[in-house]
């Protein structure tokens, strides 16, 4: 297993903000937009080629990123059920459910726990709740439209 951990950074110029994560044992396990670039954050990660282009237009869906989803079990289950949903492709809140093991989107008690997980997301761009198009985001709702603005959703 990959030991590398920290706190990384780039600047993105489509966002006008950087993107900052968090990783611990090789996997991520924080995204976040800060303004800029944290001057404490390292500037160098194998993670940044992927970015780059995916900003650049590139159709990358960071399926190989190993995410750390440190949350309750079925919450995590949530997010990974997302990470299924392609590059380009856009689902709904009452989908997710449905795609999830063991929920139900007739239960409102489901639904609602769809929702807490993607708004409680620790790692968007890596878990995409940009292509939830009624879901909440764990990205800022400016980061999160600029998401769906560079894979084509409405």
Known sequence: M????????LEVAFLNRAVQLGIASGRVIDVSFPDSTPEDADD?????????AYFEGAEIDFASVEVGLTMATDRREVLETLRSVPYGEEINVEQLTRMTPGLDPEREEDVS??????????VPLFVPDHRVRDGPSGAPPAVEQQLRSIEGLG
């Open 113 to 122: 726990l769809v929702r807490t997980a993607l708004a409680e997301n620790p």
């Open 44 to 52: 160098e990660s194998p993670l940044f080629e992927e970015i780059t």
């Open 2 to 9: 990959d030991e590398t951990s920290g706190i990384v950074a």
